[in-house]
Structures are given as structure tokens and as C-alpha cells.
């Protein structure tokens, strides 16, 4: 069974600092993920995507991918208030579709 | 720039009454979902469409239904309603599945039966 895996949280990171936000994946077969930022009440939001191993930077935000490991994370740099959400890990399994698979994600809070 | 629309925001069921949750996008996506988020889970994929006329189950497809005439509209149909079906309920879209290709979001219909 495919399946996404985060830890639920919550993470508590002080104003400044950089949280790390951490999921596995079990499909090899797996081509491309996102993250997806959630605010209470309401719709997910994409933040990032990522394809190739490595990492990929985009302003405060730096997503990583291992395919060896199954392991994509996201970094958050001088985290703000703002950034309390929970955050949706996906995983793209491929095929024709386009079918997301996502983890139960992430809550993170930034404490002033 | 209206993206994804969902109607309604809300809605309140007596148990084994149906109703329809309207989608609607004006992006010229081929693909759109349906989706199911329970309290602290993630997203339960309950049906997919690739394209007018084309329609499968995803995971959870048990006790709803889809239709996709046009390629703007991808409503989702309960029948019977059961307590269980209580959740916002997420519709959303594609332009294709290729790599990075993300699925945008609709604001959510929040569903209880009572």
C-alpha cells in the first residue's frame, strides 16, 4: 500500500529559528512531491515542489529529496508567526493519473 | 481570477438525505479530484477524472458518485447520507500529471450529517 508518512506534531519553533518538517514515502515507484501549507479552516496551498534528489530553494523555504532514503523534507528559515499551519507532505505516484498520496502532516507552531 | 469553486461552504444533513457538492474551475484543467479531509488526517482521494466524460474511484469511493460532462464542472454526489460522511470535503485540479504539475484547490465544502 503507498502511503506518505509525518510526524503530527506539533513542532514548536521559536521566531527566527529554522524548522525542519520531515516525511516518508513507501513507493519507489514515486516521480514527484509537494508540500502543501494548511491553515485552520482552510484549503491546502502549495508551497514547494521537487523531483530531483537534492534541494531545491525557493525565498525562506529549501525542500530536499532523497529517493535512496524515501525521504523529502522542508526547510523553513527565519520562521515567522505567519508560518503557523500544519504542512501536507504528497507524493505523486505516477501513471496517468496524476494521483496524489498525502501524509497526515505536520503542525507547526512559531512562538513570537 | 475565481481558479477553483466549490458551493457550498457549508451544508447540514438529516441522515439518509442526498445532496450535490458543486465544483467548478475555469482553468482548462483536464484533470480534477475529490478529496475527503477528517479531523487531523490527511486528504482521501474519493474520486478522480482525467477528462470530460472520464471518471474512476480513488480510495474512498464508497457511498458517492461523479459525473464530468464538461470539462469545467466535476460535481460529487452523495446518496444516502451517513453519519461517516461528516468532513470537508476538497475539490481540486490539474492542468496535466507531469512532473511538478501541482493540483490547486478549492476553499472546501465542510459537511455534516446529523
Known amino acids: 500500500q503507498k502511503e506518505v508518512e509525518q510526524n503530527s506534531g506539533p513542532l514548536s519553533v521559536p521566531e527566527g529559528a529554522i524548522a525542519s518538517l520531515n516525511c516518508t514515502y513507501s513507493?519507489?515507484?514515486?516521480?514527484?512531491f509537494f508540500w502543501y501549507r494548511q491553515y485552520s479552516g482552510k484549503s491546502p496551498e502549495l508551497i514547494m515542489f521537487?523531483?530531483?534528489?537534492g534541494d531545491k530553494e525557493d525565498g525562506r523555504f529549501t525542500a530536499q529529496l532523497n529517493k535512496a532514503s524515501q525521504y523529502v523534507s522542508l526547510l523553513i528559515r527565519d520562521s515567522q508567526p505567519s508560518d503557523s499551519a500544519t504542512y501536507l507532505c504528497?507524493?505523486?505516484?505516477?501513471?496517468?493519473?496524476?494521483?496524489?498520496?498525502f501524509g497526515k502532516g505536520t503542525k507547526l507552531s512559531v512562538k513570537p | 481570477n475565481a481558479g477553483v469553486t466549490q458551493t457550498p461552504k457549508f451544508r447540514i444533513l438529516k441522515i439518509g438525505q442526498s445532496m450535490t457538492l458543486q465544483c467548478a474551475q475555469d482553468?482548462?484543467?483536464?484533470?480534477m479530484y475529490w478529496y475527503r479531509q477528517d479531523p487531523g488526517m490527511g486528504l482521501k482521494l474519493i474520486y478522480y477524472?482525467?477528462?470530460?466524460?472520464?471518471?474512476d474511484k480513488g480510495e474512498v469511493p464508497n457511498g458517492y458518485n461523479v459525473s464530468r460532462s464538461t470539462t469545467e464542472d466535476f460535481p460529487l454526489r452523495l446518496e444516502l447520507a451517513a453519519p461517516s460522511q461528516t468532513s470537508v470535503y476538497f475539490c481540486?485540479?490539474?492542468?496535466?500529471?507531469?512532473?511538478?504539475?501541482?493540483?490547486?484547490f478549492g476553499d472546501g465544502t465542510r459537511l455534516s450529517i446529523l
Open positions: 481540486a485540479s490539474s492542468y496535466t500529471t507531469g512532473s511538478g504539475q501541482p493540483q490547486h
Open positions: 513507493d519507489r515507484g514515486s516521480q514527484s
Open positions: 521537487i523531483y530531483s534528489n
Open positions: 504528497a507524493a505523486n505516484y505516477g501513471g496517468s493519473q496524476g494521483n496524489l498520496i
Open positions: 482553468m482548462n484543467h483536464n484533470y
Open positions: 477524472s482525467v477528462g470530460a466524460g472520464i471518471t
